[in-house]
């Protein structure tokens, strides 16, 4: 089983839809999980952390599920520029951070 | 400012030529990174720098090495390369090892012919 899972995509969404992801995690001992978003043939930029307690900003929410090791991601009302590709990071204490595959959304106008 | 500057931004060369990659950061950390991002998209580390200490060295070939002259510059070198070298180079740094968002360069896609 692969350290961190995504669903590829792509996700194509109307605008103003709410849209999903998961990530699964399969090391138990994970400590810090990040989500980060990475337009075509540029840099990943960072999205928001993810706290044990969930966390939101703006449009966007943040969960963690350590019982079932997993983390998601809601983005609510889309617009065109959320269009990218959302990368799951995981770290351990110690260790570097371990990137997602990463799932390609597009909305759509 | 550029928080984290990469050149050269794009690199086409022949195999089995030798070629550096350069990394600046003005962010103040501590940490500097190399990823690698294949044409599948997947991110890799491949070097880790900690105060001009090499912390982690993934398996990658010893083709490969990181030179780091001080702790707001980490560059790539890289020997003979190889068509499987082509992919795209990020370097990253964050304040503590591991413990926060990392900040990426730009990239540098480097094509071997």
């Known amino acids: 089983r692969k350290e961190v899972e995504q669903d590829p995509g792509p996700f194509n969404v109307p605008e103003g839809a709410t849209v999903a992801f998961n990530c699964t995690y399969s090391n138990s001992a994970s400590q810090s999980f990040f989500w980060y978003r990475q337009d075509c043939r540029k840099e990943p930029k960072l999205l928001m952390s993810v706290y044990s307690s969930g966390n939101e900003d703006g449009r966007f929410t943040a969960q963690l599920n350590r019982a079932s090791q997993y983390i998601s991601l809601l983005i609510r009302d889309s617009k065109l520029s959320d269009s990218a590709t959302y990368l799951c990071?995981?770290?351990?204490?110690?260790?570097?951070?371990?990137f997602g595959p990463g799932t390609r959304l597009s909305v759509l106008p | 400012d550029t928080a984290v500057s990469q050149t050269p931004k794009y690199l086409v060369t022949q195999m089995g030529n030798d070629k550096s990659i350069k990394c600046e950061q003005n962010?103040?950390?501590?940490?500097m990174y190399w990823y690698k991002q294949d044409s599948k998209k997947f991110l890799k580390i491949m070097f880790s720098?900690?105060?001009?200490?090499?912390?982690i060295n993934e398996t990658v070939p010893n083709r490969f090495s990181p030179k780091s002259p001080d702790k707001a510059h980490l560059n790539l070198h890289i020997n003979s390369l190889e068509l499987g070298d082509s992919a795209v180079y990020f370097c990253?740094?964050?304040?503590?090892?591991?413990?926060?968002?990392?900040?990426f360069g730009s990239g540098t896609r480097l094509t071997v012919v």
């Open positions: 720098y900690n105060n001009k200490e090499l912390i």
């Open positions: 990071v995981v770290n351990m204490e110690g260790q570097n951070f371990v």
């Open positions: 962010l103040g950390h501590d940490t």
């Open positions: 990253a740094s964050s304040q503590v090892w591991g413990d926060d968002g990392y900040t």
